[in-house]
């Protein structure tokens, strides 16, 4: 006799399983429509392969597994698929999912399918393969893929067959041994042989099912399986309480049986692989009870997969005048059904309908006394009553701290519980709580890391700005520094070009603050002077191209292209030129560049952008109208008339600053605007210079006085137009009309004294 | 000496208590050096509570930067998004009364939302993907933009910015992966059950009154 | 009809909160029927009066904390403390006593704590920690045990001992009070145990511990055992209390000098021992949660009753034992978690969640 260790906790509710056994595994008509969810077990859904309207053969792939974790799913009768849609499916939550739906043709016609006569020359992987791919799930209630728990990275040492079956009413895996023992037999031999022949295989079995334990022991005289009997306890048929009643060991927190070398197995998912190595059959029928009062007749029933319960019900008599409560599972940890049309599925071990009488509705709660009753009945070794003093105030460190996820939700607490309070609900909640704040943390730590990214690259861009503007302000004070170096030097004659000469080092500065030496500054030269002229070849000969079949505007845009190549090489040559004579040309060189960057604002002027903005608005504003005139719902409209009122008031704010855009780039349309725009801003550039030459110091300041008060009055004039509007950059304007204000008279002042 | 104080209780008494300043006091700086708490951790821990939408409802711009107003002294009821349970996770932080939402600054919803861009409507000005405090808007100049839905934090930063109005913020859809059991109603709800003969299940109502009393 | 939606498990016991408290007031028959034959009518008329000042007091409670009353008054948790306060209370004290010892316990230790289940102290052991320190005279005066009554005085019948309680009669109740055994110890000088018990004869014509205290505590005893039998709660706060008690009086017995604090025997078997063991230090509101946590908690309190009885200025302290336990009893829980399966070792419930895979 094997030691047997004794279950921690542990309660013993009426086992009610007598009623069940009375009759041999019964099968019933097929019903007039199969709804098979897509996902029945734990981990990623499967692919769908099949559509609307396909003809499907029993035992045909309907969906193949996805993922590692994950299971396929078969016809589990031949007939028509009618529907791809969501249907409400077995899980606590009531929700619908996605389900296939079948109608039988009452043929029964299999798709070709062969067993394996000697397993053993295949290799377990490929064994694996026939598991996973026969849509082989936990049947004893989670639904894990089986494949996935045969295929463990670490050595076993022990198999566990797990016949417990320790919930009460429940009888099939009860009445599977007492039909099949050598069916299971050999599929815990297929199991073995996968895992490597493990050195110990056990079959744990409660005392409360003789006839089971007397129909398998034959079976088991010349092989190396022990069958153990152990004293009735719910919860002993959990994976982990079964391990700790027949190893002594424990599966550590976290962790897996495999951790510790076991791997445990259901006595109903062994006997779905022997029928699906052995025989070619994927999982398409399983062996459900059917029981409760409010049936007339207690039996159990191969069930294919996707049969609604309405129908197993009906063929047993059930009066749902008698049932309040329908539960899908045993009494202990089922759920309840809301809807009679939901399926039986993979995991569906029973469908219990109790009269009031037998499972009478809860009483009301009544305050915690902390009497322990609780803490002795669980099989974890918890607190519950802890446990549920902390979720009630949702206090999650505390409830971490007394290990809330180490709780297997066996409901034996709630059981004994004398104030009849649902901690297992509590602890459900609490845990779901739990894990959606972790979630959120998760999210929320990666929400911060974005946030931090954002801000460090938006700062790195400011200081960038910061930089070039600071560099700019070095170079200007430092051109300032010179001119009044020079103008405290004798050579009073030069005075007037090396005002123009400033500028122009100033921009040298700004130049060289890029450039490291005249030698590379050279042979960029020389490169670009290279570039520019294939680019004027390559011009050239796109023009000669076009020749025979171009429109007009190809050919403006040719020509235009051509210019501009011509315009860079000159430049570039200019560039070279000067490098090569630095104090002749300079003035030239930097004046051209500054033209050209003048060019370039010119080009990207607001007058044109203006233009647009204005139009776009006023499409807008347009479908806007049309928009409030069709919308019919009071919010919608109000919404929609404050948009309008938004956009209208932005495009007034476009056509005024339209109205304001310097005439001087209004050349719309103008095909070699690049160029004349260029020579324009040179051309002006130019004249300034020289005009500055020749102008005397009071000319200037004449000049600066007169374009600083048209500055002000333009100031002035946005002021009031802020003060109208009420905007919100009134402040601004205000403080902007303030300097120009102070400048003005400082520069008044300072004509003034000249003048004297 | 001793017996001076031996025979005079009041200086024995006030020897005694100085001699006892003396020593916690030594014990306590002692323990201040010793001890001593580098840098800022509370801040750290404070935005580590604080949930990371970068909304700005708080009147600061993020959520670190409310972090250190608070560990500055500012009240912790600013947050809508975090709502009651961020204001209580701070105020244990803080061993402080936790105080009800400031409504000033929005109220609390119990759904989370996210922005949604109704891309044919998009002009793409990418001024929201300026707005957005943790770049989960991605287009260019001139082209659609999308919103990272698993990085959106659901400030509705960038529902004002936008010149067309074409983002909304939508309820993120609940399935069955992210279904949880709700608590039990509380023992109040219970007995308010209780008191109309009605006994407390998960859908009260939905059965025959039975005599609870 | 609809189908309901409800939470596992679907089975549940029979047994309810009032089931329980029934069983525990069952439990008390022995002791009180001991404490009623040896020390007369009081016991019963005190236990009377408390249940129902308390099932007043609590219906009128309920009633204003807008509660069912019916509902709350079921489940009897006010009448154990009734009766576990009139039990402990010195028999033939006066009405009032009873009165406001029970009030004050109902109101103030039970309801203004959040009622059933939320209250930290123990509602008896408060209502009569109030009652020792505000009325001192009434509660120490015990009456003698019948059998050492002078020759020729009867016991006072219900009648008489009705007078003696209830108001309007005023009859005297000192012509039977007498100390007892742990008072008689408390107060020798100079005699050795063996010259004491033979010299008093609440020792002399007694078999262990005092006449009719022993079988009190005997009674009190057997009906421990029988909670105990139902699994109404675990051996390990009672036990460990008793034994305790009894290590700590064996340590310091010295053979019976004349400063001997008492033999093991004495102390388990007179005052509150066995009451409180079984009906006080076994409440579980006010206690430890964990086995490991009870055994910690009934162990202090056995410490804390010998000290108290010996160098205290109290003869008995099971009360003031019980109270201040109530105190550590929160602290005792943070650390006495049990090991939870698959743990290496139990945790603490200060731990913070760092560490989630040990």
């Known amino acids: 006799m094997r030691k047997i260790w004794s279950l921690t906790g542990g309660i013993h509710p009426a086992e009610n399983k007598h009623q069940s056994v009375q009759s041999s595994i019964g099968s019933l008509p097929l019903p007039d429509r199969l709804t098979i969810p897509l996902n029945q077990h734990i981990g990623a859904p499967p692919k769908l392969l099949v559509a609307e309207g396909d003809r499907v053969l029993k035992g045909q792939v309907l969906a193949e597994p996805k993922g590692f974790v994950s299971a396929g799913i078969h016809a589990p009768t031949s007939g028509i698929i009618t529907h791809i849609s969501d249907h409400p499916i077995p899980h606590p939550s009531g929700m619908a999912a996605r389900c296939i739906t079948l109608e039988p043709d009452h043929k029964e016609q299999w798709i070709e399918h062969r067993g394996i006569d000697n397993y053993r020359e295949k290799t377990p992987s490929e064994l694996l393969d026939i598991i996973r791919q026969s849509g082989i799930v936990g049947l004893g209630g989670a639904g894990f893929p089986s494949a996935v728990k045969l295929g463990p990275k670490q050595p076993i040492s022990t198999l566990i067959i797990n016949a417990t079956e320790c919930e009460p009413y429940i009888t099939a895996d009860d009445m599977l041994m007492r039909e099949h023992p050598q069916d299971i037999v050999d599929g815990i031999k297929i199991l073995s042989f996968i895992l490597g022949d493990p050195d110990e295989i056990l079959i744990g079995i409660e005392d409360n099912k003789p006839e089971a334990f007397e129909a398998l022991k034959p079976y088991l005289q010349d092989t190396n399986i022990t069958l153990v009997e152990f004293p009735t306890r719910y919860p002993s048929g959990g994976e982990k309480q079964l391990i700790q009643i027949l190893t002594g060991k424990e599966v550590p927190h976290g962790g897996i049986p495999a951790d510790i070398g076991i791997v445990c197995q259901n006595i109903g998912t062994t006997y779905a692989i022997q029928r699906a190595i052995q025989h070619g059959e994927p999982l398409i029928s399983r062996i459900t009870t059917v029981t409760g009062k409010a049936c007339a007749t207690n039996r159990n029933y191969q069930v294919l997969i996707g049969t609604p319960i309405s129908h197993l019900l009906q063929n047993n008599g059930f009066d749902q005048s008698q049932c309040p409560r329908l539960i899908m599972g045993g009494p202990m940890m089922g759920f309840t059904l809301e809807e009679l049309s939901i399926p039986v599925i993979k995991t569906t071990n029973c469908i219990l309908a109790p009269t009031a009488e037998e499972l009478p509705t809860p009483p009301p709660t009544q305050p915690c006394i902390r009497c322990g009753m609780c803490a002795e009945a669980c099989p974890a070794s918890l607190l519950p009553q802890q446990l549920f003093w902390h979720a009630q105030s949702q206090n999650y460190e505390k409830l971490e701290a007394h290990n809330l996820f180490d709780c297997i939700e066996c409901g034996a607490c709630s059981y004994v519980c004398p104030s009849n309070i649902p901690l297992v609900q509590y602890y459900r909640a609490a845990k779901g709580e739990m894990r959606k704040l972790a979630q959120e943390k998760i999210n929320s730590d990666r929400a911060r890391e974005r946030f931090e990214f954002n801000q460090a690259r938006k700062a790195k861009e400011e200081a960038e700005k910061a930089a070039k503007r600071e560099a700019r302000k070095r170079a200007a004070e430092l051109a300032r520094a010179k001119k009044a170096d020079q103008e405290a030097s004798p050579g009073g004659a030069d005075t007037e070009t090396n005002s123009a000469d400033d500028i122009i080092k100033a921009a040298m500065a700004r130049a060289a603050a890029k450039k490291a030496s005249p030698e590379e500054q050279r042979a960029k030269l020389e490169r670009g002077i290279v570039r520019a002229e294939s680019h004027v070849n390559a011009a050239q000969q796109r023009l000669d191209g076009l020749e025979q079949d171009a429109t007009d505007k190809q050919w403006e845009q040719a020509r235009a292209a051509l210019e501009d190549a011509r315009l860079r090489l000159q430049n570039a040559e200019q560039k070279l030129a000067a490098l090569g004579a630095p104090t002749d040309d300079k003035l030239k060189d930097a004046t051209v560049d500054t033209a050209k960057s003048v060019m370039d604002k010119i080009q990207a002027s607001p007058r044109e952008a203006l233009e647009k903005k204005v139009s776009t608005l006023k499409e807008r504003i347009a479908v806007t109208e049309e928009k409030l005139v069709s919308a019919d719902d009071k919010t919608l409209k109000t919404a929609l008339q404050n948009g309008l009122k938004k956009q209208q008031a932005k495009l007034k704010d476009a056509e005024q600053q339209l109205a304001e855009t310097p005439a001087t780039a209004d050349q719309p349309n103008s095909t070699p605007k690049t160029e004349d725009a260029a020579s324009a801003a040179i051309a002006r550039a130019q004249a300034k210079a020289a005009a500055q030459e020749s102008m005397s110091e009071e000319e200037k300041l004449k000049a600066s006085v007169e374009s600083l008060q048209n500055r002000l009055k333009k100031a002035q004039a946005k002021l009031t137009a802020a003060e109208a509007e009420g905007s919100e950059h009134i402040d601004a304007f205000r403080t902007g009309v303030e300097k120009l204000q102070a400048k003005l008279t400082a520069a008044e002042t300072q004509l003034a004294e000249k003048t004297q | ?213 | 009809m609809a189908l309901l939606k409800l939470t596992s498990p679907h089975a549940h016991t029979t047994q309810n909160t009032g089931n329980v408290m029934q069983l525990v007031l069952l439990a008390t028959i022995p002791g009180a029927l001991a404490l009623t034959a040896f020390f007369g009518w009081g016991t019963l008329i005190n236990v009377v009066i408390a249940s129902i000042v308390a099932v007043g007091c609590e219906a009128t409670i309920m009633h204003l904390r807008k509660r069912p009353v019916m509902f709350y008054l079921r489940d009897c948790s006010a009448l154990v403390t009734a009766v576990l306060l009139g039990l402990a209370l010195p028999p033939l004290a006066p009405w009032w006593l009873v009165l406001v010892g029970t009030s004050f316990a109902i109101v103030i230790a039970k309801h203004l704590y959040g009622g059933l289940g939320y209250n930290p102290f123990n509602p008896a052991m408060v209502g009569y920690v109030v009652l020792l320190i505000s009325f001192p005279v009434q509660m120490t005066s015990w009456p003698a045990p019948m059998p050492l009554y002078p020759e020729g005085t009867d016991a006072p019948g219900l009648w008489q001992s009705l007078q003696m309680v209830l108001p309007f009669f005023n009859e005297s109740v000192d012509a039977f009070t007498a100390a007892t055994p742990l008072d008689t110890f408390k107060h020798n000088t100079g005699l050795l145990v063996e010259q004491l018990y033979q010299s008093d004869p609440l020792y002399s014509q007694a078999d262990w511990a005092g006449v009719g205290w022993e079988w009190a505590n005997l009674g009190f005893l057997a009906g421990g055992c029988f909670l105990l039998y139902r699994k109404v709660f675990t051996w390990h706060a009672p036990v460990s209390m008793l034994v305790a008690l009894a290590l700590c009086s064996a340590l310091f017995y010295d053979g019976g000098s004349s400063v001997s604090h008492g033999s093991p025997v004495l102390h388990l078997l007179s005052g509150a021992t066995m009451l409180g063991a079984f009906f006080i230090v076994t409440d579980p509101v006010t206690s430890a949660t964990s086995n490991r946590g009870r055994m910690i908690y009934g162990a202090l309190v056995g410490v804390l009753i010998f000290i108290i009885r010996s160098w205290g200025s109290y003869p008995d302290a099971m009360a003031f034992a019980v109270l201040l336990m109530n105190f550590a009893a929160p602290l005792i829980d943070n650390y006495t978690l049990p090991r939870t399966y698959g743990h290496k070792k139990p945790r603490k419930a200060t731990e913070k969640a760092t560490d989630t895979k040990d």
């Open chain 2, 1 to 213: 000496m001793y017996e001076i104080i031996a025979q005079n209780p009041l200086l024995a008494a006030l020897t005694a208590l100085v001699g006892l300043a003396l020593i916690f006091g030594a014990v306590l700086g002692y323990a201040a050096i010793k001890f001593k708490v580098k840098g800022d951790p509370i801040v750290e821990q404070i935005d580590s509570l604080l949930p990371q939408t970068q909304c700005g409802q708080c009147g600061y711009p993020g959520c670190r930067p409310y972090a250190e107003a608070i560990a500055n002294g500012d009240t912790i009821n600013k947050c809508p998004p975090g709502g009651q349970t961020t204001i209580n996770a701070i105020a244990d932080l803080l061993d402080v009364e936790a105080p009800t939402l400031d409504e000033e600054h929005g109220v609390e919803s119990d759904t989370k939302t996210v922005a949604y861009i109704r891309e044919d409507e998009c002009i793409g000005c990418t001024k929201c993907i300026q707005a957005c405090p943790v770049d989960a808007i991605l287009g260019a100049a001139k082209q659609m933009h999308t919103v990272i839905i698993s990085e959106c934090t659901g400030c509705d930063l960038c529902v004002e910015p936008c010149p067309v109005d074409c983002i909304d913020m939508l309820p993120v859809a609940k399935g069955l992966a992210d279904w949880t059991w709700d608590m039990p109603a509380s023992s109040e709800e219970q007995v308010k059950a209780l008191r109309a003969d009605i006994i407390a299940t998960d859908k009260p109502g939905q059965r025959d009154g039975v005599d609870a009393a």
